[in-house]
């Protein structure tokens, strides 16, 4: 089955083409073309761009990944759509192990049967925590936070059927070091988070495997003049990816710009960091068995902590460009950088032979229209 979308201004994200059309069969993008055609779909003109890729998102609509079961996760693919996510990696938080291990198990089921055409692809699973320093465990459950134990995440991973794709871990903790370059053995994406390494730790961590920072700056030590740290660390080394939070609460204006203008686009992933919350009124809500007060939007435990967000993948660009980044370079970050970082070769960006997940937006950047493998799963009512 073909379907042509024609008279759109393509994002591949990398390039620009005005007016562009795109042909897509059996689910694959076949051509991307300048030049308007007579038989296609007349797009007037909206943005065509690849389909967001969130991969640190804990809950949405009610909700939450440490629920831990399968129709969860189905359900929270079902309404990322809504902003444009086609796919994403459910995070969970530091748990007690019977929790994560359960969790694991729902992922790998889900995963073996989960269709496409009924919401976002969901990528495999991400623990954040619990091999995490208490110092920096922001809104994660101290009583469940552990050392490294490679055993255990082994029963995580062989319930998962191989599905966990992503732990964070904080690199200064007993047994930190061996524990990364084991699972980056098994392909697992190694991310630093929820610590308070110096620079010389983080570095070891990085040498060992460790190829992403969690939500930069946010749950880390901070750069000092004679420390920089895990931040320094991270921004310097030009294999690690930066997950960054754009809600314009965990991060300044002045902080994204600053390190968007050091690193550029290619190394930034946005990420929501998304709790249960997000879609849906202010009020209380639950993140890992910990209580959450959401008030204008923002998330905060009993204590004034930030707990999350109820951040969009739409809204992080609409924020991006607000501040002055260039579109072209907010959709980088939230489709081409977060598939590079993880390794997916085939979504993240517009070419032949890869498949057809894309968004069309309108000149206010409101998501149109979301596609899956070149199958319409969201249309904005007009």
Avoid at 147 to 172: L, Q, V
Avoid at 353 to 364: E, Q, R, S, T, Y
Wanted: net charge negative.
């Amino acid at each position: 089955m073909e379907l042509i979308l024609t008279n759109a201004k393509i994002y591949t994200p990398t390039e620009i083409i005005e007016p562009g059309t795109i042909v897509i069969e059996d689910g694959i993008i076949k051509q991307i073309m300048k030049g308007k055609v007579k038989d296609g779909i007349d797009l007037e003109g909206k943005i065509v761009a690849p389909g967001f890729i969130d991969t640190h998102i804990h809950g949405c609509y009610g909700f939450d990944a440490n629920d831990g079961e399968s129709s969860r996760f189905q359900m929270m693919g079902k309404m990322l759509v809504r902003h444009g996510v086609t796919s994403f990696i459910p995070t969970t938080v530091t748990d007690s192990h019977e929790n994560l291990l359960r969790i694991s198990r729902e992922v790998g089921k889900i995963i073996e049967k989960y269709k496409e055409d009924k919401g976002a692809r969901i990528l495999g699973l991400h623990l954040e925590g619990p091999y995490i320093n208490p110092k920096k465990k922001g809104a994660q459950n101290p009583e469940y936070i552990r050392k490294p134990d490679f055993g255990e995440f082994m029963e995580y991973w062989k319930a998962s059927n191989g599905s966990i794709r992503e732990i964070t871990i904080a690199p200064e903790v007993e047994g930190a070091i061996e524990f990364i370059e084991n699972v980056t053995r098994l392909g697992v994406i190694v991310q630093l988070g929820h610590t308070d390494a110096t620079y010389e730790e983080a570095k070891r961590a990085i040498i060992a495997g460790a190829t992403k920072a969690t939500h930069l700056f946010n749950a880390m030590r901070g750069i000092h003049h004679r420390e920089v740290g895990v931040v320094g660390a991270c921004l310097e080394s030009e294999s690690v990816y930066l997950e960054m939070i754009c809600d314009l609460i965990h991060l300044s204006p002045q902080i994204i710009k600053l390190v968007y203008k050091l690193v550029g686009p290619y190394r930034i992933a946005l990420v929501t960091d998304a709790i249960s919350a997000t879609g849906l009124p202010d009020g209380r809500y639950t993140l890992g068995g910990l209580d959450v007060i959401v008030q204008g939007g923002i998330c905060r435990l009993l204590d004034g902590t930030l707990a999350g967000s109820t951040l969009t993948m739409d809204k992080a660009i609409k924020n991006l460009v607000s501040i002055g980044i260039p579109l072209r370079d907010a959709l980088i970050m939230a489709s081409y950088v977060p598939a590079k970082a993880i390794g997916e070769r085939d979504i993240g960006i517009l070419r032949p032979g890869c498949k057809a997940d894309f968004v069309v937006l309108d000149d206010n950047l409101i998501v149109v229209q979301t596609y899956i493998n070149g199958r319409l799963v969201f249309e904005r009512n007009t």
